[in-house]
């Protein structure tokens, strides 16, 4: 079984976000990059669909050189090699950008199954996926809590408002990861020496021979709006703090 | 030239979802700035009464595609059909809604006609003609304002943050083939295991009360379902609750679970982390109950109670019962 798992590096959940004073983007100096959570996911799926079904595993990731940190550290969990796609020339790529270089690496390699994250922590576009999918021109399963692999085909538990849909699609498919799939695993020590000789194939642009010009642009970066601040509610009993909160609920928020 | 606001509404079993209201309000607020026309797509199948309810929210012209084929719903054989109907008509503008149904078609209806898209936006505005479509990002650490230079430019709403407003139109109905060549469909739906709990889905509550570690055990919960049953909420939870094992998956808040912004968020015996943030900022009015005046929670809240969770819960469900009979 061919499988491809791709990864982006994100800042790490805690990490602070600075907007730029002039708006162009986020501060990057302090910030600690880490594998985007989803993707750890979809890289533990990877993992475990070839150790019931032998096969192997690709890692593909876009972004700088600092990006190859990631990949390695997916190769540490144990995946079998890897393509990074690093050229600057990416530096503003949109999700469509992104899923074009994705697939023009993929359509090159054997694909039965393709995972991705539901959605990078840092932009949260939720994009990649499907735009993947269309360029490679395949069905996509997206925000999967469960996967079985039968076969041809595989069968996804995909949860939506108020309900879970048992889908059925054929190979090869584009699966996007959700929290719930599975428990991913840590790197061991002799998987991160491993790790440092498993190959990764770095590509430029040119290479890809595709687009570069992002069709959204963020125009402009800024920080969240302020809140006021909030009401500390006083007192000694606990009684009369729920009533007094209840009050103000109705009377002066209207949100009862 | 490209020109008009097209939505794409939702409908399930029959009957429209509240965001389809949601973005037949906006796109009538957005098209009004120019003088332009508000149409819609609505896909399924015995679904073409509709139309009438979206021309109550500012809807001109509903493009109706009635057919088996198109439920339930499949990505490419909606995908399919939205992309065909947005070429044939050409319009500047297409929103869609940021549920799980809106995220899956939307991504790829972009990618099918090559234009930008911003993902669970926030605000959209109209500024030098275009759209501006505004978006956290981050988690909300930052937002993105969004610019798209080809066409249509795409943007998906986040749910119960625009307001549904009525604005009554025409909502004529314009009948659209819907019919898909059966082998391109690779997918099929076997099963829906519906929620039988009635209970309205966290994406869409006007009110949640969650809970975290501070519920001490599922046990707990309880408390905050009386609550929740008074003002006909829901309860969620914060991840430390369901990695417990104590909630479950689908209950989630935050940044690996929903992103939820109801009218009103209790937050009970959570600290507030910042990935629990990034699922409920958006939160018309936060409530934060928490013995520890230090919890980080408290800088979000708009009303805070520093004190134990299982004496103030009971009482606050309590008054407002009262207040509500
Ligand atoms: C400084 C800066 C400028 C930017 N400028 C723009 C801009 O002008 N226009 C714009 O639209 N966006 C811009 N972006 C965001 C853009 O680069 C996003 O990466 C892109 O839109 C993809 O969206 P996403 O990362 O949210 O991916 P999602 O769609 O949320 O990702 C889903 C999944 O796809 C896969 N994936 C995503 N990205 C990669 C990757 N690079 N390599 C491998 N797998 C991947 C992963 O499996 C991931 O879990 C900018 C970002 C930065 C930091
Ligand atoms: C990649 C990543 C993704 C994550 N995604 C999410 C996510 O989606 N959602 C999420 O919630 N978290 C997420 N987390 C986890 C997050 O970092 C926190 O660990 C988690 O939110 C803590 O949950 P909590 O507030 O319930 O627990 P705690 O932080 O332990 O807080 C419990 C609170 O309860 C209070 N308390 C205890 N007893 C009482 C009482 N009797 N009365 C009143 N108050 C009481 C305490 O004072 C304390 O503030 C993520 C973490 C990572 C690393």
Known sequence: MNIIACVKQVPDTEAQIKVKADGSGIEEGQIKWVMNPYDEYGVEEALRLKEKNGGDVTIVSLGPARAMETIRTALAMGADKAVHICDPAFDNADAFVVGNALAAVIKTLPHDIILCGQRAIDDDAGQVGAMLAEALNLPQLTLVTKLDFAGSSVKVIRPIEGAQLLIETSLPCVVTAQKGLNEPRYASLPGIMKAKKKPVDVKNAAALGIATEAKAKVAKTIPPPARAAGKIICGEDPVQKAAELGRLLREEAKAI | ?325
């Open chain 2, 1 to 325: 030239m490209a020109k008009g606001v097209m939505i794409v509404a939702e409908q399930r079993d029959g009957a429209l979802r509240k965001i389809s209201l949601e973005l037949a309000a906006t796109a009538r607020k957005l098209a009004d700035q120019s003088g332009d026309e508000v149409s819609a797509i609505l896909l399924g199948s015995g679904i073409e009464g509709l139309a009438a309810q979206l021309g109550k929210y500012g809807v001109d012209k509903v493009f109706v595609g009635d057919s088996p084929a198109m439920e339930p719903y499949i990505t490419e054989a909606h995908a399919a059909i939205v992309a065909k109907v947005v070429k044939d008509n050409d319009p500047a503008i297409l929103l869609m809604g940021a549920s799980v149904q809106g995220k899956d078609l939307s991504s790829r209806v972009a990618a099918k006609l090559a234009t930008g898209l911003a993902t669970d936006c926030t605000d959209v505005k109209i500024a030098d003609g275009k759209l501006l479509a505004i978006r956290p990002m981050y988690a909300g650490k930052c937002f993105g304002e969004i610019v798209t230079n080809s066409n249509p430019a795409m943007a998906s709403l986040r749910p119960n943050v625009f307001p549904a407003v009525e604005n009554a139109k025409a909502g004529a109905v314009v009948k659209v083939d819907a019919a898909v060549d059966a082998a391109s469909i690779k997918s099929k739906v076997l099963e829906v295991q519906k929620d039988t709990s009635g209970k309205v889905d966290l994406t869409e509550a006007n009110v949640i009360v969650s809970g975290g570690r501070g519920m001490k055990g599922p046990e707990g919960f309880s408390i905050l379902e009386e609550l929740a049953g008074v003002l006909k909420g829901t309860v969620g939870a914060s991840r430390a609750a369901v990695d417990a094992g104590w909630k479950l998956q689908k209950d989630q808040v935050g940044q690996t679970g929903k992103v939820v912004s109801p009218n009103l968020y209790i937050a009970c015996g959570i600290s507030g982390a910042i990935q629990h943030l990034a699922g409920m900022s958006s939160s018309k009015c936060i409530v934060a109950i928490n013995k520890d005046a230090e919890a980080p929670i408290f800088t979000r809240a708009d009303y805070g109670v520093v004190d134990d969770l299982f004496k103030v819960v009971p009482e606050l469900t309590a008054v407002c019962k009262k207040m509500l009979a």
